[in-house]
C-alpha cells in the first residue's frame, strides 16, 4: 500500500541505486564486478543475503560472490549447480517479470537438487505479505541488447543467460513490492552489463598482454641470444612446439652437453621426454609451457640420472612465425641430496634405519578422525531401502533460499575419509579387519648393555629392526619407539591374524644374535592394541603399551629372559 512517504522511499532507493550501478561500472576485474553486484544487492536493495551464481563455459552455474554472512560465503563460494537445477526453479513459481518468486508453499520440492544454498531460520509469518525464511527470489542476468520479457512469455526465452541474482532476507521483513521489484529487475539488468564489459575488458587485457610478449621477443637480437645461450654457465636447450615433433631438442649449448655426457649431435635426437627418469614424467607433463618450473631427474650416458631444476619460456622467431621452447636446466644435484638426506634424518631412527617416533605417530594420525562414533557408523550397514541418515537428521539439510551443511558435526555426503574400524570381538576373531599396532619391548635387553657394553646393545637393535622388516609385509610400518621399544603398524588384519604376527616375530626375535663373536639372545613381549577412529594417537599407543605389559606379566621369566 502506497503511503506518504513512499515517494521519498523511492528518491532515496534511486539514490542508492545510482551509486551501487557506478560501482559495478567501476570494478577493474571480472571478479570485482562480481562481487560489486551481490553487495550492491545487500548495500542499495535492502536485503540481507545475495548470491551471484554466474554461467560457466560448460552451462552450469558456479557460486562467484556472496554479500551478507562471511560464514555462507566461505562455505558456499565456488560450489556449483547444474543447469538443469537452475532451469526448472526459473520456471517454477510466480513470474514478476523477469524475476521469478518461488514460495515456500512449493519451493519444498527443491530441497533435493543439487543448487548451492544459504538456508536460515526464522519464526512462520504472521500476516500474508510477510517473508517466510523458505522463500526463494530470483533475478535473471541477461546478456546486453537482449529484449524484455513480454507478458505471458517465459522469463528469458531467446536470451543468453549470464548468471542469476538470489537475495534472501528483505530487511523489511515483506515481500518486495511493484517498486521493489522493478527496482530488482533493474539492477539485474545493469549487472548483466557490467558483468559482460568486464568480460570485454579481461579478453582484451589478455590479448595486450600476449601482444607485449611478443613484441619483446621480436625486439631480442639473434646475435645476442646466441652469445648468451652458447656461453651460458648452466644447462640450455631450444625443444620444437606443436606438431609431431613436439618437445623435440633442436639445440643444446656445451654446460647441457656436458651434464648429462651427451654430444650436441646426439641430442638433437632426443627430447626431454625421453630422458626424464620413469618417476618423474608425470612432473614434466604437468609443467606448463610458458613460465613453468619443475624439479627432475634427467639420464645421462652411462646410465645415471642427476637431478635439475627446469625453467620454461616461449620465444617466437618472427610475429607470425614458428615458436620454440627455451628450457633453462640447472644442476641442482647436490642440494637435493642434501634435502633428502635431512628429511631421512628427521623421520628415521639414526640407529636403525626405522622410522622414527614422530614418523610413526605421523602415520597413525592419518588414519585417525575425531569423529567418535564415525567407526561404529561405518561398521554397521543400513537396513536395506533405508535412506542415509544424514539426509534429514538436521534441519540445516533443507535446503531454501541460500543452503548449506555447516562445518565440522558427523559424517555428511562429502565425508571421503576411509574410517578406521577395529575388532570387537577381544581375542576372537569376529571377522572384522582393521589396523592392528603391535607394541614390542624386548626382555633381557638392559642385561645385554650392562655386562657387554652399548656397542653390543646397538648391534642388538639393528639386527632386530631388520628381522623385525623382514617379517611384515610390504606396506605395514616397523617403527623404533625409543630404547628397546618398536612398534608394528599391519592393516586389514583380523584378531586372529594379528596374534600369528606377534607369535612370527618373536619367533624371529629369539634366535642368538652374534657379535664380535659372541652371541646373546634377547625375548621380546608383544601386546596388540588397534587403531580406531575417535581415538587420539596417544590413546592408539597407551592402549598396545598396556596390553604388552599384562602379556609381560603373564608369562613365566624363563620364557623371557636373555640367554
Not at 538436521?394 to 533460499?401: A, I
Request: net charge negative.
Amino acid at each position: 500500500m502506497e503511503t506518504e512517504s513512499e515517494p521519498y522511499v523511492r528518491l532515496a532507493t534511486l539514490r542508492q541505486l545510482h551509486q551501487v550501478v557506478a560501482d559495478l561500472n567501476t570494478a577493474r576485474s571480472l571478479a570485482d564486478t562480481l562481487q560489486a553486484v551481490a553487495d550492491g544487492v545487500v548495500a542499495g536493495l535492502n536485503y540481507e543475503l545475495a548470491c551471484v551464481n554466474l554461467v560457466r563455459p560448460d552451462g552450469d552455474l558456479v557460486v562467484a560472490a556472496f554479500a551478507g554472512s562471511p560464514a555462507a560465503e566461505a562455505l558456499i563460494t565456488g560450489r556449483v549447480g547444474s543447469r538443469a537445477s537452475w532451469d526448472r526453479r526459473l520456471a517454477m513459481g510466480q513470474a514478476w517479470g523477469d524475476l521469478r518468486f518461488i514460495p515456500h508453499t512449493e519451493g519444498w520440492v527443491l530441497i533435493e537438487d543439487d543448487v548451492p544454498q544459504w538456508h536460515t531460520e526464522g519464526p512462520a509469518p504472521r500476516f500474508e505479505d510477510e517473508w517466510h525464511p523458505h522463500d526463494r527470489l530470483y533475478a535473471p542476468m541477461y546478456s546486453p541488447g537482449a529484449r524484455a520479457a513480454h507478458p505471458g512469455g517465459a522469463p528469458g526465452s531467446g536470451r543468453e543467460l549470464l548468471g542469476v541474482i538470489s537475495v534472501d532476507r528483505p530487511r523489511n521483513g515483506r515481500h518486495p513490492g511493484p517498486w521493489g521489484r522493478e527496482a530488482l529487475q533493474m539492477y539485474a539488468s545493469q549487472a548483466g552489463i557490467a558483468i559482460s564489459n568486464a568480460r570485454l575488458r579481461s579478453n582484451m587485457q589478455r590479448a595486450l598482454v600476449r601482444l607485449e610478449r611478443e613484441q619483446q621477443a621480436l625486439r631480442a637480437s639473434e646475435e645476442s641470444f646466441r652469445q648468451a645461450f652458447e656461453y651460458a654457465p648452466s644447462g640450455m636447450a631450444i625443444a620444437e612446439m606443436g606438431g609431431d615433433q613436439h618437445g623435440r631438442l633442436l639445440r643444446t649449448n656445451d654446460a647441457l652437453c656436458r651434464l648429462l655426457g651427451r654430444p650436441a649431435s646426439v641430442m638433437r635426437r632426443y627430447s626431454f621426454a625421453d630422458l626424464v627418469h620413469p618417476e618423474d614424467i608425470g612432473t614434466l607433463l604437468r609443467t606448463s609451457a610458458e613460465g613453468g618450473r619443475a624439479e627432475l631427474r634427467l639420464g645421462r650416458r652411462d646410465g645415471t640420472y642427476v637431478w635439475v631444476s627446469l625453467r620454461n619460456s616461449v620465444v617466437a622467431d618472427t610475429a607470425d612465425g614458428p615458436r620454440f621452447l627455451l628450457t633453462h636446466v640447472e644442476d641442482i644435484e647436490e642440494r637435493k641430496r642434501h634435502e633428502l638426506q635431512l628429511a631421512h634424518r628427521a623421520s628415521h631412527d639414526a640407529l636403525t634405519g626405522l622410522p622414527n617416533s614422530a614418523e610413526l605417530r605421523s602415520r597413525l594420525s592419518a588414519r585417525l578422525c575425531e569423529r567418535p562414533f564415525a567407526a561404529a557408523a561405518a561398521r554397521e550397514e543400513p537396513p536395506p531401502g533405508s535412506e542415509p541418515p544424514y539426509e534429514y537428521e538436521y534441519d540445516y539439510e533443507h535446503e531454501h533460499g541460500f543452503g548449506f551443511s555447516p562445518a565440522g558435526g558427523g559424517a555428511g555426503p562429502y565425508d571421503h575419509h576411509v574410517h578406521t574400524v577395529a575388532p570387537t570381538g577381544g581375542d576372537i576373531d569376529d571377522g572384522t579387519k582393521g589396523l592392528a599396532v603391535l607394541f614390542c619391548d624386548l626382555d633381557g635387553f638392559k642385561s645385554i648393555n650392562d655386562r657387554f657394553g652399548h656397542h653390543t646393545g646397538d648391534a642388538v637393535l639393528i639386527e632386530v629392526a631388520r628381522r623385525l622388516t623382514t617379517g611384515v609385509r610390504d606396506g605395514d610400518t616397523v617403527a623404533r619407539l625409543g630404547g628397546d621399544e618398536f612398534v608394528v603398524l599391519a592393516d586389514g588384519l583380523g584378531a586372529a591374524d594379528a596374534a600369528d604376527l606377534a607369535v612370527r616375530l618373536r619367533n624371529a626375535i629369539i634366535p642368538p644374535i652374534r657379535v664380535d663373536g659372541r652371541a646373546v639372545r634377547v625375548g621380546a613381549s608383544f601386546g596388540i592394541g588397534w587403531a580406531e577412529c575417535g581415538m587420539t594417537v596417544e590413546e592408539v599407543l597407551n592402549s598396545a603399551d598396556q596390553r604388552m605389559y599384562i602379556e609381560k606379566r603373564s608369562r613365566s621369566k624363563v620364557h623371557r629372559r636373555a640367554g
